[in-house]
């Protein structure tokens, strides 16, 4: 919604299989790139961000990949576990108050 | 430190009533944002409470409104309910304004309008 394009809306992979997200904005003033997961029934809970002086980030299985130029930015999740099924969200601030716009969501389904 | 909690965690009207709902942040924080939640739009932004006063609004009707205390607590009211408005509201906190730091959303309250 509002200019944070997030695709795909469902993703199934493999158990220990990769899994990417890409998610698209328009503003290019923005310069700060959460992703949020949210587990069935529970609330969304940040699992990793990155800030517009870097290119790329990494936490474990997980990484985001941020290309400024081309306005995107992506969730990759290495040796898919079942505990990562959940549906991701990400979000960009945008406008002065840097508002947080979130993406449509994607859900990921872990496949044993 | 207690995470931000949110009350009630459901609740059941009918068309036409009104209701409030009632968010506390995690102590420091002062900023709270509300959101709603449905299975076809996702997460869109209500507005944000930055020591209590509204800092920004999404695009939602004047029926939606919300305050800020000087606790920091946040409570957001929704007049002349409609069956459309049925949803799941989170509240989220965070240290500073704005959407580029942490959000730490509450489990949400579920409202179901009739």
């Known amino acids: 919604g509002e200019n944070v394009e997030q695709h795909p809306s469902t993703l199934s992979v493999q158990e220990g299989d990769s899994a990417v997200i890409k998610c698209t904005y328009s503003?290019?003033?923005?310069?700060?790139f959460p992703w949020y997961k949210q587990e069935l029934g529970k609330r969304p809970q940040l699992i990793i961000d990155i800030r517009s002086n870097v290119g790329e980030k990494k936490d474990q299985r997980i990484a985001v990949t941020l290309n400024k130029t081309a306005k995107h930015f992506s969730l990759h999740i290495t040796e898919t576990q079942p505990e990562d099924s959940a549906v991701y969200f990400c979000?960009?601030?945008?406008?002065?108050?840097?508002?947080?716009?979130f993406g449509q969501g994607t859900r990921l389904t872990i496949n044993p | 430190k207690a995470g931000v909690t949110q009350t009630p965690r459901y609740l059941i009207k009918t068309r036409g009533q009104q209701v409030t709902l009632s968010c506390s942040p995690i102590s420091g924080h002062r900023s709270v944002s509300w959101y709603q939640q449905t299975p076809g739009q996702g997460l869109q932004f209500l507005f944000e409470y930055f020591s209590e006063t509204q800092r920004n609004k999404g695009n939602f009707p004047g029926r939606f409104s919300g305050r800020q205390f000087s606790n920091s607590r946040s409570e957001m009211n929704v007049s002349t309910l409609e069956l459309g408005d049925s949803a799941l509201y989170l509240c989220a906190s965070s240290l500073a304004p704005g959407g580029a730091d942490t959000q730490y959303f509450g489990p949400g309250t579920r409202l179901t309008v009739l």
């Open positions: 503003d290019s003033a923005s310069n700060y």
């Open positions: 979000a960009v601030p945008r406008g002065r108050a840097q508002k947080l716009v």
